[in-house]
C-alpha cells in the first residue's frame, strides 16, 4: 500500500509517528514555512520486510524563529529502506538544529538507509547545526548520511547578473530551485505545484 502524507509543522512541540508494514511505502513532506518556533519529534518505523519510507522536509526560517527537527528512521526487519531529505533556508536571525538519527536492528539485513540535511544561510545572523548519527548493529546493510551549510556562491549570482538577472531577482531563483529539487523524486504532480505554491509564497 502506497500513502503519501504531508505535515505542516505547528507551533510549539509536536510529536509524529508512523509505523510501516511488509511491502508498504509511505512518502512523507514536513513542511515549515515563515516565521514560527517549533520542536518537531518525528519517528518511522519500518516493522516489516520490503517497508520503504521517503521523507522530505522543507524549512524556510525568517525573523526570529528557531526550528528544532529531530528524526528516527527505524529499521527493525529485513530488506526494508528509508531516504530522508531535510532542506533548509534560513534569512535574519533565524535558527535551525537538526538532530537525525538511523538505528538499525540486528536481524534488518540488507537496510538501505539514507539521510541528508543541506542547509542555506541568506544573512550572517541566520544560523544553522545539523547532527546525524547512526547506529548499525546488523552486518548487511548500506547506510549513509551527510550534511552541508553555506551560502549562495557568488559565482551563480555572477552567472545570473551576466544574463541581466538582478541579485535580488538571482538569488531568490537559486532559493527556489535549491528548495524545489528536493521535490523532484514525487510522482504527484499537483502536490508537488501546491507544495511549490507554498514555498514562494514564503520567500516572497
Wanted: with cysteine; glycine share 10%.
Amino acid at each position: 500500500m502506497k500513502k503519501i502524507d504531508i505535515k505542516e509543522i505547528p507551533e510549539g512541540d509536536s510529536r509524529f509517528e508512523y509505523t510501516i508494514g511488509g511491502g508498504d511505502n509511505l512518502t512523507l513532506l514536513l513542511l515549515s514555512l515563515g516565521r514560527k518556533n517549533a520542536a518537531v519529534d518525528l519517528a518511522i518505523r519500518l516493522i516489516g520486510r520490503g517497508a520503504t519510507a521517503s521523507i522530505v522536509g522543507i524549512v524556510v526560517g525568517q525573523g526570529e524563529s528557531k526550528i528544532k527537527l529531530h528524526t528516527l528512521q527505524h529499521h527493525m526487519a529485513p530488506e526494508t529502506t528509508s531516504n530522508l531529505l531535510v532542506k533548509t533556508v534560513l534569512t535574519d536571525s533565524a535558527t535551525c538544529m537538526y538532530d537525525g538519527g538511523i538505528f538499525v536492528e540486528k536481524g534488518a539485513q540488507k537496510t538501505d538507509a539514507y539521510q541528508r540535511n543541506e542547509n542555506l544561510l541568506l544573512s550572517s545572523d541566520a544560523h544553522a547545526e545539523s547532527k546525524p548519527s547512526l547506529e548499525i548493529l546488523a552486518n548487511d546493510v548500506r547506510c549513509t548520511h551527510g550534511a552541508t551549510v553555506g551560502k549562495i556562491p557568488e559565482d551563480q549570482l555572477w552567472y545570473l547578473a551576466t544574463r541581466g538577472i538582478g541579485e535580488k531577482k538571482g538569488q531568490g531563483i537559486i532559493v527556489s530551485g535549491f528548495l524545489e529539487s528536493a521535490l523532484g523524486g514525487l510522482e504527484h504532480t499537483t502536490i508537488i505545484e501546491t507544495i511549490k505554491s507554498k514555498i514562494a509564497a514564503s520567500l516572497a
